[in-house]
């Protein structure tokens, strides 16, 4: 009988032993261990934190089955350069901005920002229930890319200069960087625009290889250091009244996600949205008192250059409009929406 009962036992103890190691092999194979491509550097205020914030609210979440390293600029791709890997599953994921991609598809400047466009708000409101969210997704999975909105931030400045600018004339022949469709407003104004990204943007200053520059919000620059070369700094951002940024994931590791692992990372992205807006609203204050303490003059365009600049901005935006349907695409589909955003807005805000 003993002997027996301890070989049934020891038959029952094997297939237990089997079962767990069985249950802990489906578990391992849950995990999931991704590589996420920062546009921007975690010690730029504001938009270097996102991707690592969104990292760790998803190890939290997941306890620890859904991991994602973030990687500095320049580890896995250059800073703007990440759709391609993207696209071809070389990196599973990156955070930046649609603006960044404008090469692939100039539809791209305007899922990111375009002047004298909406405040934040509104651009919420456009993406997440006026169509900008699936006119987003539809051009990203052509090339086998998954979008997500993740992030959006309030006005930028609009330039740094090392001398004061009074008259538009003396734009003619400036080299700039300058981001998205501002810039051929800018080069209607004889002024010689590339987009760089964040991290080039200071040595190339400091070189001469451009002359002035627009980047971000008084608080982000200031991380870049803009104001130890240029101290003349422009306000308000008329070419960016707020700019979306955005999660793309490769489509195929998108689809090897569960349900749950999906929402994990719409979640966070909406969580983003809300805190960027935030840290873009109580940040700016302290870095233009910060940059006048270093000779710094903050500067307002007068009304009569706003309208110049507005006026140039018509013109390229009938271009664009002409130039490319998918263009055409966002800008119906924003009009419509901002006609009835008006009925709202225009009494329901002080003046």
Known sequence: MKSGFLKSFGMIALASTFAISVGSGDAEAKKVRWKMHAAFGQNVKVLGAP??????????????????????????????????????????????????????NSAYAFLSTWPFGPAAPEFVAWFKHGGGVEIGSELYAR?????????????????????????????KGLKMRFFGVGAKVMQKFGVSTQQLAGGDIYPALERGTIDATEFSMPAIDRSYGF??????????????????????????????????????????????VTDMIAD??????????????????????????????????EEVLAEEIAANPDVKVVWDSYSKFHEGFKVWGERGYLK
């Open 143 to 171: 090339d086998n890319i998954k979008y997500l909105l993740c992030g959006m931030i309030p006005p930028e400045t609009s330039g740094w200069f090392r001398e004061k600018i009074t008259s538009l004339d003396q734009l």
């Open 51 to 104: 991707p690592h914030r969104i990292s760790k609210g998803i190890d939290r979440m997941s306890d620890g089955d859904f991991d994602i390293k973030v990687f500095e600029p320049g580890a896995l791709a250059g800073g703007y350069a990440y759709y391609d890997p993207v696209s071809q599953g070389a990196i599973d994921s990156a955070f930046g901005t649609p603006g960044a991609n404008q090469g692939k």
């Open 227 to 272: 104001y130890q070369i240029a101290k003349f700094n422009y306000f308000p951002g008329w070419h960016q009244q707020s700019t979306s940024n955005e999660v793309l994931i490769n489509m195929d590791k998108w689809n090897e996600l569960s349900d749950g692992q999906q929402a994990m990372l719409e979640i966070s992205c909406d969580k983003n």
């Open 280 to 313: 873009g609203e109580a940040f700016q204050f302290e870095a233009m008192i910060a940059n006048e303490k270093d000779g710094v003059e903050n500067v307002t365009w007068p009304d009569s250059i706003l309208d110049q600049l507005r006026g140039a901005w």
